[in-house]
């Protein structure tokens, strides 16, 4: 497995461009689980995978991510340590209702 230095360099692009500053999303295979991490403009982050996946080539050859290969000595220099992404888990009290209000008509009593 290799450790890689992924920086978004949309914040370099012309102001007329299409994704300047704009966040990109890296989509890669975890343990048989497929993740996606978004890296905000000028960000920094470290990917341990085995191979890159596609969508960081896509975005490497559009010029909107630099991709360097650190060895675990550099990693190590910098005291930065990959960090570990966990998606939020859903539940039930954490999912929106749908914002309307329900009426209810009153029956005349007489």
Same mark, same amino acid.
């Given at each position: 497995? #290799?450790?890689?230095?992924?920086? /978004?360099? *949309? !914040?370099?692009?012309?102001?007329?461009?299409?994704?300047? %500053?704009?966040?990109?999303?890296?989509?890669?295979?975890? /343990?048989?689980?497929?993740?996606?991490?978004?890296?905000?403009?000028?960000?920094?982050?470290?990917?341990? @995978?085995?191979?890159?996946?596609?969508?960081?080539?896509?975005?490497?050859?559009?010029?909107? @991510?630099?991709? @360097?290969?650190? *060895?675990?000595?550099?990693?190590?220099?910098?005291? @930065?340590?990959?960090?570990?992404?966990?998606?939020?888990?859903? !539940?039930?009290?954490?999912? +929106?209702? #749908?914002?309307?209000? +329900?009426?209810?008509?009153?029956? %005349?009593?007489?």
């Amino acid at each position: 497995m #290799s450790t890689y230095k992924i920086t /978004n360099t *949309t !914040n370099t692009l012309g102001k007329r461009e299409l994704m300047f %500053n704009s966040p990109v999303t890296i989509e890669y295979v975890d /343990n048989m689980m497929k993740k996606s991490v978004p890296v905000q403009a000028g960000a920094v982050l470290y990917l341990t @995978v085995d191979s890159l996946p596609l969508s960081l080539h896509r975005l490497r050859v559009k010029n909107y @991510v630099t991709i @360097v290969e650190v *060895t675990p000595e550099e990693l190590a220099k910098s005291k @930065v340590k990959p960090a570990v992404v966990t998606a939020p888990e859903k !539940n039930e009290e954490t999912q +929106k209702s #749908s914002g309307k209000k +329900k009426v209810f008509k009153k029956e %005349n009593q007489e």
